[in-house]
């Protein structure tokens, strides 16, 4: 039985829509949602900083996060990406049929 989940990833707000589209169009994801502005602060090589970001949230199914992971290194602005997954406790079954079908099977 699949399994679904959402990962997560935050980036610069200018490269949110065309990293969606990228993994998207590769079928890792059937759909991306993109929060245009949250603001994040964190700690990067000794400085604290304050920044707005976009963030992603990315629908798939489980047995592919390790190639939409791949996909995102390969992809992101950022030398350290945000992944972070999330399982999918309980969907509408319409829903995740949706899922299962715009995206990779393998």
Same mark, same amino acid.
């Given at each position: 039985?699949?399994?679904?989940?959402?990962?997560?990833?935050?980036?610069?707000?200018?490269?949110?829509?065309?990293?969606?589209?990228?993994?998207?169009? $590769?079928? %890792?994801?059937?759909?991306?949602?993109?929060?245009?502005? =949250?603001? /994040? +602060?964190?700690?990067?090589?000794?400085?604290?900083?304050?920044?707005?970001?976009?963030?992603?949230?990315?629908?798939?199914?489980?047995?592919?996060?390790?190639?939409?992971?791949?996909?995102? $290194?390969? %992809?992101?602005?950022?030398?350290?990406?945000?992944?972070? =997954?999330? /399982? +999918?406790?309980?969907?509408?079954?319409?829903?995740?049929?949706?899922?299962?079908?715009?995206?990779?099977?393998?």
């Amino acid at each position: 039985m699949p399994e679904f989940v959402i990962a997560l990833t935050t980036c610069p707000i200018k490269s949110g829509v065309e990293l969606a589209r990228s993994l998207v169009e $590769k079928r %890792l994801c059937a759909c991306i949602n993109i929060i245009p502005k =949250v603001t /994040s +602060i964190y700690h990067w090589k000794e400085k604290l900083v304050v920044d707005d970001e976009a963030l992603l949230l990315m629908k798939t199914e489980r047995r592919h996060i390790q190639l939409l992971w791949e996909a995102v $290194k390969e %992809l992101h602005p950022y030398e350290v990406p945000e992944y972070v =997954v999330l /399982s +999918i406790v309980w969907g509408s079954q319409d829903y995740l049929n949706w899922i299962l079908q715009n995206i990779v099977v393998q």
